[in-house]
């Protein structure tokens, strides 16, 4: 059974950062793009992120673009998520997800761990 | 950038079919994937590329895709199919995830 376990998350005040991790168990981690997908508070899924098994490609949400890093340990079954300049409505329930595909495009999510929270606030 | 749009909310009265719709251009042309979100978890693959599901997810669930509008539709809804519901596609054109705004369905 794959297992995703998020953790990093936390309170930062604007302009700040935070590093978002993600322990993998249970796949072949190398073998799977894998994906960042947020939910501030009472609203709807928002994609973030995907890189590609390799490591070799990344994506990203024009909204992070520039701000925040994905990027992934496959000797460790790790993925991360450096954010950096953070602001409000950064905040929100992060999610790591596993994709169906190893290049990330044109994929979809399954499973989800059950997410980190980040609040950025003074 | 593409927009995938839902009803904020579907209601149902338990035994009977819920459709949720997904509209977009064209959407016929892509892979359209839904999720279903309880209270307080995680959401969950109820169907992929169009009309597939994945293991574990009851017959009851199923998709379709055509046009301008994919469907997901539930049959003999049941209380515990009361969840939050949101499509997915690829935007090939930006290389970018869209989920749609999500759908409220209350089982009455």
């Known amino acids: 059974e794959v297992q995703l376990l998020e953790s990093g998350g936390g309170l930062v005040q604007p302009g700040g950062s935070l590093r978002l991790s993600c322990a993998a168990s249970g796949l072949t981690f190398s073998r799977f793009a894998m994906s960042w997908v947020r939910q501030a508070p009472g609203k709807g899924l928002e994609w973030v992120s995907t890189?590609?098994?390799?490591?070799?490609?990344?994506y990203y949400a024009d909204s992070v673009k520039g701000r925040f890093t994905i990027s992934r340990d496959n000797s460790n079954n790790t993925l991360y998520l450096q954010m950096n300049s953070l602001r409000a409505e950064d905040t929100a329930l992060y999610y790591c997800a596993k994709d169906l595909t190893s290049s990330g495009w044109g994929s979809w999510f399954d499973p989800w761990g059950q997410g980190t929270l980040v609040t950025v606030s003074s | 950038s593409y927009v995938l749009t839902q009803p904020p909310s579907v209601s149902v009265a338990p035994g009977q079919t819920a459709r949720i719709t997904c509209g977009g251009n064209n959407i016929g042309s892509k892979s359209v994937h839904w999720y279903q979100q309880k209270p307080g978890q995680a959401p969950v693959l109820v169907v992929y590329?169009?009309?597939d599901r994945p293991s574990g997810i009851p017959e009851r669930f199923s998709g379709s895709n055509s046009g301008n509008t994919a469907t997901l539709t539930i049959s003999r809804v049941e209380a515990g199919d009361e969840a939050d519901y949101y499509c997915?596609?690829?935007?090939?054109?930006?290389?970018?995830?869209?989920f749609g705004g999500g759908t409220k369905l209350t089982v009455l």
């Open positions: 997915q596609v690829w935007d090939s054109s930006s290389d970018h995830v869209i």
């Open positions: 590329d169009d009309t």
């Open positions: 890189i590609s098994g390799s490591a070799s490609t990344t």
